[in-house]
């Protein structure tokens, strides 16, 4: 029986979605275990120095390294197989000199400002070759990023967390923020070498490499490279201004909830995004209404299982912190449970950033790069100073709100006037049911009987609101079956 074009579009996307999302359940286990050990071992001070080293490098290395170069090379490799090799190799040389130059900034930056420069330097040297940092080894993850071969990256990034945490559990009385981040960029390197064994010369060689290729590279990334910067501030702004004008045990606090509780985030969203950017970037250009389908469908349902997610994640919050720090940061539960809700608005701009991206209109991106920060500055500068922690998070939860609304209207001039204010009214319905549910239930009865009534209420919304509809679970059912 034949299949439709859009039945194996939607079956790759599912494949590689259930690939990326197994193996990243699986290392957030590991992770979980990891952190577990740093956070009940570590002081509040302690956590608080590793998390400003580690954020004030994400900033410098993921601005001038990163370069917004991603979606291009993907975009670039799939729309030009034959000069795959040259992309490829062309990105790595670029993102290598860049490197240095971002290292050294970084190193410079932690001596002015009484920070531990090894640590600083060890860590570009992790962000450089990690798999979730997406630098060199993304660029050596294209082939099979572009033939939704997504296995192989996602076992080697398996094998990643499962050497950080040994090497935690290994190191676990002599644990510092320097033994953190070692172990950190120790358990990168395996996968690396091994990604690039794997490629056996035939993407990646420097004779490879042409001047003309990083030039283009460099050009179409120009107009993303702004937005990335700009985003990268939004994302580090918090950071910056607690440690200006709060404690390092305040740095500690919010280190704790983001590394706790952020990677659950956008776990989701990027596997989806991962898997159906190359399949969005096949489509001809005279493709729009499957292109449409495709993009709205995802919204949809990735605003519903994100709420229902935290509808059954929020009432067991006290219950995770005692898990991730043995109790160390029990009278911290608010900005765990508010940041938690960061993630439906979250999902909506990780991937309206790639699809802008894939679609070629970085532009946009733009748009949402300056609302974010501007948003950050005013609800950071309002907030922080006066409550701390549970300022920068409240900030972070009304930014990535607004910014979610800038999404909507980038999503429209993709897609068109199908992506209509009733759908944004929908969504925003579906999410004020599942928040203001799981926020009254937790704090009145018990978290099973808690997560049974915000998730009913979630899914009778998301119904309600046509949000979720019977052709969504009839379509993914049947490719269960088939893939099977």
């Keep these: 029986m034949s299949t439709s074009p859009q039945s194996s579009i939607a079956k790759r996307v599912l494949t590689g979605s259930a690939w990326i999302l197994g193996t990243q359940g699986l290392i957030l286990v590991l992770v979980f275990l990891a952190q577990r050990i740093i956070l009940s071992t570590l002081t509040k ?30 975009r670039r490799v799939v729309q030009h197989p034959d000069r795959a090799p040259q992309i ?19 190193a410079g930056y932690a001596l002015a400002a009484g920070y531990a420069v090894v640590d600083v330097v060890i860590w570009s040297l992790y962000l450089l ?34 050497l950080f945490t040994a090497l ?14 070692a172990a950190y960029a120790l358990s990168a390197i395996p996968g690396f070498t091994i990604l690039v064994l794997l490629d056996r010369g035939r ?44 404690t390092k045990r305040d740095l500690g606090v919010l280190s704790a909830v983001y590394t706790s509780i952020g990677p659950f985030l956008v776990i989701l969203p990027q596997a989806v995004s991962l898997a159906v950017m190359p399949e969005i970037a096949r489509l001809g250009i005279t493709e729009v209404a499957r292109r449409r389908d495709i993009v709205l469908t995802i919204v949809r349902l990735l605003v519903v299982f994100t709420v229902v997610i935290v509808c059954v994640a929020g009432p067991c919050i006290p219950v995770f912190i005692q898990m991730v720090s043995n109790g160390r940061y029990s009278a911290e539960y608010i900005q765990f449970f508010w940041f938690l809700w960061t993630a439906p608005f979250v999902a909506i701009v990780v991937f309206s950033q790639e699809l802008a991206i894939t679609m070629g209109q970085q532009r946009y991106n733009m748009w949402l790069a300056v609302g974010l920060l501007t948003f950050t500055v005013v609800f950071g500068f309002a907030l ?18 607004a910014g979610a609304g800038i999404c909507f209207v980038v999503l429209r001039r993709i897609v068109g006037e199908h992506l209509d204010l009733l759908l944004v009214v929908r969504i925003c319905v579906v999410i004020i049911m599942g928040m203001v549910a799981t926020t009254w239930l937790s704090s009145h009865v018990q978290a099973w009987v808690a ?31 088939r893939s099977l």
């Design 88 to 106: 490829i190799s062309s990105a790595i040389a670029f993102r290598l000199v860049m490197w240095i130059v971002a290292t050294t900034a970084s």
């Design 129 to 162: 070759i990690a798999a979730r940092t997406t630098m060199l080894r993304y660029a050596a993850e294209a082939p099979y990023r572009t033939s939704s071969r997504f296995h192989v990256i996602s076992i080697l990034g398996v094998v990643d967390a499962l």
């Design 384 to 401: 922080i100073p006066i409550l701390n922690s549970y300022g920068a998070v409240l900030a972070r939860l009304a930014t990535v709100t």
């Design 451 to 481: 997560i049974v009534g915000s998730v009913t209420a979630a899914l009778v919304a998301s119904v309600a609101m046509g949000l979720l509809v019977r052709s969504d679970i009839r379509f993914v059912n049947g490719l269960l079956r």
């Design 45 to 74: 001070e302690e956590n608080g120095t590793l998390a400003f080293e580690r954020r004030m490098t994400d900033l410098i290395v993921g601005i001038i390294v990163d370069f917004g170069m991603n979606g291009i090379i993907i």
């Design 168 to 181: 935690i559990y290994v190191f676990r009385a002599q644990l510092t923020p320097f033994t953190v981040i």
């Design 203 to 246: 993407f990646i060689r420097p004779s490879f490499v042409k001047w003309g290729e990083i030039k283009t590279l460099v050009r179409e990334s120009v107009p993303v490279i702004s937005a990335v910067a700009l985003v990268g501030l939004h994302i580090a702004l918090d950071t910056f201004l607690l440690e200006w004008y709060g």
